[in-house]
């Protein structure tokens, strides 16, 4: 045999080379940094993990302590673009750790009580919200809502000398207000923007009406007194479904029949037509035979004449 064959074969008593074990990481999708607080997501891959322990989470101000609330479950890397979580688990926390997070919520409702009196004492039109202090004692974060401008410098300089860390004020609207309390919606379940919202998307009475929603105020409103955030999601499905659909109004010809459409239902994707001026003949159409019907033009409006001078 010669040596040119003998590179091309492997010897055959040679072990095939196994890839190292790769570790298994773990998707959590529930956890608190607050009692009764927005729900976020993080992944880990430290193991024995269970509902209610404290974690520590890295976030962007350093490791903060944190509850799971849901079981974590295997992270599925198909190959999509899947937003990944926007924490990671760093460990489980020790008992110190757990003392230190009991000893940090009731320093916030301390701190909360106080900036409460101070904003008494120099009479701010300000509503206080809520108190967030990082667990290393850096800052304290201050939310409130506020119908005007509100000029909080000496309250800042009380703060500080009160607490002796870095203070920051942040004013926001009454959607942000009703995401950090939470509570229930008009469908009996947690609000959205309180479990899982984290970008306010504009919306309008427009989208009511694409969607024939009644124009009731007290059905199109959440408890923050604004448009529902729902009424966003199924937007997009009516308008695409609605410009295949004939509009109310228009005239079509089915079967040599014509036709004057009164109704569409984007749910069952039917529509009501009658012959003009016949509504004892009032038919209902399927996808099938509306996508049949043909359109009529419609004769343009005559202009009146004009009287001769």
């Not at 460990?91 to 900036?115: M, N, P, S, T, Y």
């Not at 703060?159 to 919606?185: A, N, P, S």
């Not at 996808?287 to 049949?292: D, F, G, N, T, V």
Request: charged share 25%.
């Amino acid at each position: 045999m010669s040596s040119e064959e003998t590179n091309q074969q492997p010897p055959p008593d040679v072990p095939a080379v196994e890839p190292p074990p790769t570790e298994e990481e773990v998707f959590y999708h529930q956890i608190q940094f607050r009692p009764a607080g927005q729900f976020h997501s993080a992944a880990t891959t430290v193991a024995g993990l269970d509902a209610g322990q404290l974690v520590l989470v890295q976030t962007d101000h350093g490791p903060e302590p944190a509850r799971l609330k849901g079981v974590g479950i295997k992270w599925q890397a198909d190959g999509e673009k899947t937003a990944r979580p926007p924490f990671s688990i760093l460990r489980q926390a020790g008992d110190d750790e757990v003392e230190k997070f009991a000893r940090l919520l009731e320093r916030e409702q301390e701190a909360f009580a106080i900036c409460q009196q101070k904003i008494e004492q120099l009479s701010l039109a300000m509503k206080l919200i809520q108190v967030e202090r990082y667990s290393n004692g850096s800052k304290i974060i201050f939310y409130f809502t506020a119908e005007n401008r509100v000029d909080f410098r000496e309250l800042v300089k009380a703060l500080v000398q009160e607490f002796r860390t870095r203070v920051e004020m942040r004013q926001i609207g009454v959607r942000h207000e009703t995401k950090l309390i939470g509570g229930l919606g008009c469908c009996g379940r947690e609000l959205c923007c309180a479990s899982y919202i984290t970008n306010f998307a504009p919306v309008s009475i427009k989208m009511a009406k694409e969607q024939d929603v009644p124009l009731n105020p007290a059905k199109i409103s959440g408890i923050c007194n604004r448009l529902l955030c729902c009424l966003t999601y199924e937007f997009d499905a009516y308008r695409q479904i609605k410009k295949k659909m004939p509009r109310p109004g228009k005239t079509v010809k089915l079967h040599g029949q014509t036709l004057k459409v009164m109704q569409c239902n984007v749910l069952q994707e039917t529509v009501t037509v009658m012959p003009p001026g016949e509504p004892e003949k009032t038919q209902t159409l399927n996808r099938k035979e509306w996508e049949a019907a043909k359109p009529l033009q419609q004769p343009p409006p005559q202009k009146p004449k004009k009287g001769k001078k």
